[in-house]
Nanobody, 123 residues
């Protein structure tokens, strides 16, 4: 069992930055691909970014490429999402996710979810 706890959300003006963190419990963090998803009001949950177990592979949805950066620190059981140049359309609840591989994660194969952290970007 893996528990994921997100932090770092908040209110920021358009053009600003936030860094989300997700700390995982357990000793198997390095065995999981990690990712971030988001869900805006009235919309479906969507993938944002993902990173492989070794951090050699990363994925980003097109709308965040060049603005968001995902990283992980396996020694700290933590995955990060650095979000720059934020836009109002980035407003959503952001969820941390874990899966055996990034490919599995992006194909509805998430094993564990965090409870989410709210990011609000004002115009």
């Amino acid at each position: 069992q893996v528990q994921l706890v997100e932090s770092g959300g908040g209110l920021v003006q358009a053009g600003g930055s936030l860094r989300l963190s997700c700390v995982a419990s357990g000793r198997t963090f390095g065995s999981y691909g990690m990712g971030w998803f988001r869900q805006a009001p009235g919309k479906e949950r969507e993938s944002v970014a993902a990173i492989s177990r070794s951090a050699l592979y990363t994925y980003y949805r097109d709308s965040v490429k060049g603005r968001f950066t995902i990283s992980r620190d396996n020694a700290k059981n933590t995955v990060y999402l650095q979000m720059n140049s934020l836009k109002p359309e980035d407003t959503a609840v952001y969820y941390c996710a874990a899966a055996t591989t990034v490919g599995t994660m992006l194909n509805n194969g998430v094993d564990y979810w965090g409870k989410g952290t709210l990011v609000t970007v004002s115009s």
